[in-house]
C-alpha cells in the first residue's frame, strides 16, 4: 500500500495483481493490472478503480458516482494476503463513514451532516427516541418556571415579532412556535427532528387561528432547506449545567444558517455561574454508597478490591438537585455565553479558571453550578434563571462534589479550574480542580496548602432531586440572579439532623456571612 498527501487531499493507494468483471458476457480470461485508490475529499473516503488495460473499458471507476458500475460486479485478485486485509479495512470504513443511503438512479449522498460527523449515532438514537414522547414534553410544559418565562419574554416583546419570520430550532411540543404566532409572527417554521414533530404538527392544527402561520418541518437543523431566512430565532437548547446534551452546537448553526444579519434570538446570551460549597451530609451520602464493597464475605467472595474504584466512581457522578444556597461559602462567578457570536467550536472545549474568596471557615466539598439566560428583547428584557435562591426548575442545580474536601479559613483564596470537554454522547467530561492558598505567615508567598481533583460525567448524573423547604417566593423574574441571591437569608436548611443544621447556621451567622 502507499499513500500520498496533498494539501487538500489525502490518498491511499492498492496495487492489485487483476481486476476482472463478473458480467456473464465479458471473456472469463480478462484481466487486467489495476491501482485502488481512496481519494478523501471533504473529509469523506472516495474509493475509485485506475486501470492499465483500455481492454474492460472500467477506467477510472468512481464507485460513488458511477451509475452503472451499481449493475455490475468486478472481481478483485490480490498479490500478497496483507494487501489484501489493508484494502478490506479501508473499504469497510469507506462503508462506516459515507452515508450509505441509495437515492433515485443510485447516487449516494458525499458526507454525513455535521449534527451525524459528531455524535455517537446511538446516543442520537436515544436523543431523539427520549423527546419523541409526550411525556417527557409534559414535564417541561408543567415547569412554569421555564414555559411562564418564554411565554413572557415573546409576549412582552410582540414588537420584535410582529410580521417577522421565526424560526423555531428544536421545536419539541411546538408550543414556542405558537408562542411567536400569538406574538404577531409573519410564519414560524418550526423545525424538529424527532418523532414529536407529528405531535407537533397535531396541536397546531388544532388551534387553526394560528396554524395558517406556522409550518413544521421535520429534520435536523444541520439538513433542513428554509424557503426564507428568519428575522428571529427562538429556542430551548438548554440542558444540565446549560452546556449537556450539546443543542447549544445546533442553535448556533441554525443561527449560522437561517439568521439574517443583526437578526435576534431568543434567547441571545447565556451564563454559568460557580461557587464552592460546604455539605457534610451529601458528601457522607455518596461516600456511604461504596460501603457495600467493603465487604470481605459476601457469599464467600471479598468485595474489596473494588472498593476503591466503586468509591471514585460516584464521585464522578455530578449530583442534580435543589439545595439551600447558604451552603455556598463564596460568592459565585460567572462565565458568559454570547449565543449571537460564539463560534461552534469553541462549545467543544470550555475552560473556566476559578478564583472565589471565602467568606466562613468550614470544608470545601466541592463546586455548586447553575445557570441564566437572557431573552434581550426591544422591550422588555427578562431573565430565566435556575439559581438556589429563586423557583425551582426542571433543571433543579448542579453540584460537583470532590472525594477528598479542602478546608479554609474565612478570607481565605480559593483558586481552581473547570474545565469541560464534550464528546460524542451528547455531553462533557468535566475536570475540577479546587485548590486552597496557605493561610497564615507565609501566605503572601502564594503557596499552595491542599488541592483537590475530579474528573466526573455530565451525561451520567445523580438525580437526587431533595428541594431546600418550601418558601413562598414573590421574586419577580426580571431581577438579576445576583439581587435573588441576597434574598435568601431567612431559608432553613433541609437537613436530616437539625441540631447539625443549627449548628452550621449559627456558624454562618458567627462569620457575617452574607451572600451577594
Known sequence: MEASLGQNSKQMEFTLASVSPLSPSAPSTASSPAIARFTLESGVAQPRFFLESESLKLNNIDVQTSQDSFSRGIFIQFRKEDESKSFHCAFERWKTDAVVQVL??????????????KIEASSAKMYFHY????????????????????????????????????????????????????????????????????????????????????????????????????????????????????????????????????????????????????????????????LFWQQQNYFGVDLTPLYGSAFQGYFSQPVVDAF?????????????????????????????????????????????????????????????????????????????????????????????????????????TIYLTLSAKMWGPGAEQGGILQTSSGTLELKEPYYRLSQPQAQAYTLAQDQQPHQLMQQTQDIPIQSPDAEASELLQQQLQNAGAELP
Open 104 to 117: 433515485p438512479n443510485g447516487t449516494i449522498p458525499a458526507s454525513k451532516s455535521k449534527f451525524d460527523s
Open 131 to 290: 423527546y419523541g414522547q409526550l411525556l417527557h414534553q409534559q414535564n417541561m410544559l408543567q415547569d412554569y418556571v421555564r414555559t411562564g418565562t418564554y411565554y413572557a419574554a415573546v409576549i412582552e416583546n410582540r414588537v420584535d415579532f410582529f410580521d417577522r419570520v421565526v424560526v423555531d430550532v428544536g421545536a419539541g411540543s411546538g408550543i414556542l412556535s405558537l408562542f411567536a404566532a400569538q406574538a404577531g409572527a409573519k410564519h414560524v417554521y418550526a423545525v424538529e427532528a424527532s418523532e414529536m414533530a407529528e405531535y407537533a404538527q397535531k396541536l397546531i392544527e388544532g388551534n387553526p387561528y394560528l396554524s395558517e402561520r406556522v409550518t413544521v418541518i421535520k429534520g435536523k437543523v444541520e439538513e433542513v432547506e428554509l424557503p426564507e431566512k428568519a428575522d428571529i430565532l427562538i429556542s430551548e437548547p438548554m440542558g444540565t449545567l446549560l452546556v449537556n446534551e450539546r443543542m447549544l452546537e445546533s442553535y448556533v448553526i441554525a443561527r449560522d444558517r437561517f439568521l439574517v444579519p443583526n437578526g435576534k434570538m431568543f434567547p441571545a446570551v447565556g451564563r454559568i455561574h460557580m461557587a464552592p460549597f460546604s455539605d457534610e451530609y451529601l458528601y457522607v451520602e455518596i461516600a456511604n454508597k461504596a
Open 324 to 428: 439551600d444556597p447558604r451552603l455556598l461559602v463564596a460568592p459565585a462567578v460567572s462565565h458568559v455565553i454570547d449565543f449571537a457570536s460564539i463560534k461552534e467550536e469553541e462549545l467543544y472545549e470550555i475552560d473556566i479558571p476559578l478564583q472565589f474568596t471565602a467568606l466562613v471557615g468550614t470544608k470545601v466539598h466541592g463546586l455548586a453550578c447553575w445557570f441564566d439566560v437572557l431573552f434581550n428583547g426591544s422591550s422588555v428584557q427578562r431573565w430565566l434563571t435556575t439559581a438556589p435562591a429563586a423557583p425551582t426548575t426542571h433543571w433543579y442545580q448542579l453540584r460537583c462534589v470532590l472525594s477528598q474536601p479542602i478546608y479554609v479559613m474565612a478570607g481565605q483564596e480559593i483558586t481552581g479550574r473547570l474545565h469541560m470537554v464534550a464528546h460524542n454522547a451528547q455531553s462533557y
